[in-house]
Every structure is written in structure tokens, then in C-alpha cells.
């Protein structure tokens, strides 16, 4: 069993909503990480957080909002989503910060499927 | 361009059978080599990880060819349960993963 947890599930959202996605862990990893991952395809990194710290935006579109209250907290707010926004969202995270990137291996959520219509 | 590259497959291999994936990566800076499975509609889970000296875990050898720069898998003694997509992971980045079927 996963010990990152990501809530919701599933989400359903218009084009019009702002919506958040949530995820936890309570492992003491100060890295945490969001994927999209399309059918059909390998997850794409979208952000990474060090220490709380935005280290890493790989030219998100500004839809796509993440934050980082504390180190057990990552949140990706959404707001005026498309379509083709619709995939599974993963978060993850690893020990060591920015560690999946360089020698540390990184444990992933459930992910959040989301629906874009 | 990605800089990691992984054969698609799919491989559909028989009970017992012996399967490997290779997965090329074109950083040779790279330090960090995983192999993740993820069933379908599942989070990627880590398999193993990659070490230069080759590591071994039961039926699953994973290996790092630094001078090509491709890591690869082998699978022994092929499980139904083995049924998954295996991805490699180098500096964070996924590969397109590799499907894997055992026929029973």
C-alpha cells in the first residue's frame, strides 16, 4: 500500500471550475513531485518541490498551480482547465530533495484521474 | 528529443519463459536508474533500482551498461503476475514503458 495518498480519486470538472488536487505523506521526505501521466503514456514531471520550495516548473501552463503548505502537503490547483488537461495526476515523493532526479528513488500516489469536459 | 528511449513491445512471453527490456538513456551524467511496474490504472511502483555493479532480486536483474548508457532488465521464470508495464526511470524522466503479457 501506497503511504502517499491522493485525494480525490476521480474529479469531474468544467472548463469553468477551479478545483484542487491534494496530496499527503507522512514518510519525512522533503521532495515532493506532481505527474501527468495521458493514457497510454509514461508520466511526464510537471513540478518539483524541495524543502517546500518550488524547485522545479517544467513550462506548466499557469492553469496549473501548485503549492506546498508544509512538508507533508502538496496541493495543484486548477482553474480554466481544457480538455486535453484530462489524464491521471501523480504525486510522489523521495527522501532526499530533488532526489528522484539525481539517486533517490520516489514512492507515487494513487493519482487523481481527472476529467476535463 | 526524450532522453529516454525504451522499447514499446508489447512482449508476450509464455509461463517460465525469460524476458529482458533495455532502455537507452542519452545523459552521461546521469546518476540515478530505476525500474518501475505499473498495472494498469495503478500508480508506477518501484521495482528495483539500478546500481553500476548490477543488482539482483529474486527472479528480477537489473543491470547498467555505462559505456552505451542503456540499464536493462531481465525477468526469470515468468509469472502471469508479472502481466504489467515496466518503465524505466532515468534522472526522474519515465520511458515509454514496456508491456509485458505472460501467457499461461
Known amino acids: 500500500d501506497t503511504e502517499v495518498t491522493q485525494t480525490p480519486k476521480h474529479l469531474v470538472m468544467g472548463m469553468t471550475n477551479k478545483k484542487s488536487l491534494k496530496c499527503e505523506q507522512h514518510m519525512g521526505h522533503r521532495a515532493m513531485y506532481w505527474y501527468k501521466q495521458k493514457a497510454k503514456k509514461p508520466p511526464e514531471l510537471m513540478f518539483v518541490?524541495?524543502?517546500?520550495?518550488?524547485?522545479i516548473n517544467e513550462s506548466v501552463p499557469s492553469r496549473f498551480s501548485p503549492e506546498c503548505p508544509n512538508s507533508s502537503l502538496l496541493n495543484l490547483h486548477l482553474h480554466a482547465l481544457q480538455p486535453e488537461d484530462s489524464a491521471l495526476y501523480l504525486c510522489?515523493?523521495?527522501?532526499?530533495?530533488?532526489?528522484?532526479?539525481?539517486?533517490?528513488?520516489?514512492?507515487f500516489g494513487q493519482g487523481t484521474r481527472l476529467t476535463v469536459v | 528529443r526524450k532522453e529516454v528511449e525504451q522499447d514499446p513491445g508489447p512482449f508476450n512471453v509464455p509461463e517460465g519463459a525469460t524476458v529482458a527490456f533495455n532502455c537507452t538513456y542519452s545523459n552521461s551524467a546521469s546518476q540515478s536508474f530505476f525500474w518501475y511496474r505499473q498495472d494498469c490504472r495503478k500508480e508506477p511502483k518501484l521495482l528495483m533500482s539500478v546500481y553500476s555493479s548490477g543488482n539482483e532480486d529474486g527472479r528480477f536483474t537489473a543491470q547498467l551498461n555505462r559505456a552505451s548508457q542503456y540499464i536493462s532488465l531481465l525477468i526469470r521464470d515468468s509469472k502471469l503476475s508479472d502481466s504489467a508495464t515496466y518503465l524505466c526511470v532515468v534522472r526522474g524522466e519515465f520511458g515509454t514503458g514496456t508491456s509485458l503479457t505472460v501467457i499461461p
Open positions: 510522489a515523493s523521495s527522501q532526499v530533495p530533488g532526489g528522484f532526479l539525481r539517486n533517490t528513488e520516489a514512492f
Open positions: 518541490y524541495s524543502y517546500e520550495k518550488l524547485s
